[in-house]
């Protein structure tokens, strides 16, 4: 009789505390069962079990947007390890390790961190941004998570996600493609931050580099001109001795927008228009042919409004001339003059391209480009410089290689100074010159032709 006043308080408050936290956390006596699914407190998205498609029984634990008519899954836990029944659980133990259980529990899946919750309690959090995270209880610091799904992307690339490397975790978070979309298992496609020379990101298949995105130039990445400020998500790039990223945000809550890495490798954009009930693509990483990494091979440069798409660059001719007419470029290009490295070797200004690839290159981000020009000269390997950030004009890049790669804009296309033989630069002026003169001579031949 004396406890009874106190019971429908109690009640109260146990009904409070589960609407208010329960929704979106698992807690360690917790687990979800094939059927059960947790939401994150605005409830965009949710998790639970799920097959792929109706041709197939396997069951995986993953997250997916609740609000959207068409499943669509942005994080599968245990991939490359489905089950073929529906009597999975997914548990959270009390030292903070979530794990896939199958009928006969064994682990099909855990989250693997080296972080434990020692004396605290720990939860699982689905949070609003589709990050599932664990952490301990009263701790919501970012930096104190013992273990975020963020970290392990698989083909989706979601807002405020940091797509890149954290030196300091040593973790490197990218993409990777599915096998088909009825199979999560990781499949032929990568695309990643490669921190040789400047970083830059490539798309592989296998081991082979099949795009290159290019390196962040200040303003966009070099190989990706349809990169722009726009209404739909702000973007940044960070690069510092602790983590490498780059990173968008939605700049409204009713656009819902994702980047993916498709299983025939494309890098794609999308964005969920809700009255048509599907997802359009809002842009591609790669635009065309030239996009084809190499295309051109060395010191070639493609254009894809030309026919055909591959050029020498200036004071360059095809190292194959048989192969290059029958279009098989690969062999690229080759110097019609050797450079001296006397120091008598100049410079040639390319401008309006995507630079090449940077795996072999140098950096640094103090010297100007007047600075840079004079440590090319001085090293004989150096074979090209451009300005390292092209919004503040500073910092200095530069290529000790073949050159590979490059491709022309129309626009958004910045400028490279490629080294050059001293002979070889009165004959470009030349060359341009009679090029000039001839289109001029051609027009007025043709001018006349009509007339006459
Ligand atoms: C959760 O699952 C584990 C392993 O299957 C089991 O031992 C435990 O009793 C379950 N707990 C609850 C609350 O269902
Ligand atoms: C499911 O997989 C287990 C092993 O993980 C196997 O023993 C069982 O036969 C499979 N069941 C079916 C229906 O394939
Ligand atoms: C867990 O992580 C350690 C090192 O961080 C790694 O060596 C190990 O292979 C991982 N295990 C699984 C199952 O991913
Ligand atoms: C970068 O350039 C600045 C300015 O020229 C120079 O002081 C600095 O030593 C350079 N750093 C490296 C690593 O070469
Ligand atoms: C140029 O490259 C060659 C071979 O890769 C190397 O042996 C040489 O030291 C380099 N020279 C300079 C100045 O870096």
């Not at 359009?280 to 055909?308: E, F, H, K, T, W």
């Not at 192969?323 to 080759?334: I, K, L, Q, T």
């Not at 451009?386 to 958004?412: H, M, N, P, Q």
Request: hydrophobic share 35%.
């Amino acid at each position: 009789m004396k406890h009874l006043p106190i019971f429908p308080f109690l009640l109260t408050l146990s009904t409070l505390l589960l609407t208010s936290t329960s929704i979106s956390t698992i807690t360690p006596n917790q687990n979800i069962s094939d059927g059960q699914t947790i939401i994150s407190d605005d409830e965009l998205f949710k998790m639970g079990f799920f097959s792929p498609s109706t041709r197939s029984n396997n069951r995986y634990f993953g997250i997916w947007y609740n609000k959207i008519s068409v499943t669509t899954v942005v994080w599968v836990a245990n991939r490359e390890k489905p089950l073929n029944d529906t009597s999975g659980v997914l548990t959270l133990n009390d030292q903070g390790t979530l794990m896939l259980l199958d009928h006969t529990h064994n682990i099909i899946w855990s989250s693997n961190s080296s972080l434990t919750a020692n004396n605290n309690i720990p939860v699982a959090q689905l949070l609003d941004t589709g990050n599932l995270v664990i952490r301990n209880e009263n701790d919501l610091a970012v930096e104190n998570y013992l273990w975020q799904s963020f970290d392990y992307p698989g083909d989706t690339f979601l807002p405020s996600m940091k797509f890149g490397i954290d030196f300091v975790k040593g973790l490197n978070k990218y993409l990777t493609s599915w096998k088909s979309v009825d199979d999560p298992s990781i499949g032929e496609y990568t695309n990643r931050f490669d921190s040789d020379g400047y970083p830059q990101i490539l798309m592989r298949k296998g081991s082979k580099v099949e795009f290159n995105s290019g390196y962040w130039n200040g303003l966009r990445f070099s190989g990706m001109p349809n990169l722009k400020p726009n209404d739909i998500y702000t973007f940044g790039f960070e690069f510092n001795e602790r983590e490498l990223y780059y990173k968008y945000e939605l700049v409204s809550n009713s656009v819902v927008s994702r980047m993916v890495l498709n299983p025939e490798g494309r890098i794609q954009r999308f964005i969920w228009i809700e009255r048509a009930g599907e997802w359009r693509l809002y842009v591609s990483g790669q635009m065309d042919n030239c996009d084809r990494y190499g295309l051109c091979g060395a010191y070639g440069i493609c254009n894809i409004n030309d026919s055909p798409a591959c050029a020498c660059l200036s004071g360059f001719e095809p190292r194959e001339p048989e192969e290059w007419r029958r279009a098989d470029w690969s062999n690229g290009c080759v110097r019609r003059v050797e450079l001296s490295c006397d120091g008598g070797d100049g410079f040639v200004k390319r401008s309006g391209v995507k630079v090449p690839d940077t795996r072999r290159s140098w950096y640094n981000v103090s010297m100007n480009i007047e600075e840079c020009e004079r440590v090319c000269l001085r090293n004989c390997n150096c074979t090209a410089y451009a300005t390292l950030d092209i919004k503040t004009r500073s910092g200095c890049l530069i290529w000790f290689d073949d050159l590979v790669d490059i491709r022309s804009y129309a626009e958004d296309g910045q400028d490279i100074f490629i080294r050059m033989a001293a002979s070889e630069l009165g004959m470009i002026i030349i060359h341009y010159i009679f090029v000039l003169v001839a289109k001029l001579a051609g027009k007025a031949s043709w001018v006349t032709g009509q007339n006459g």
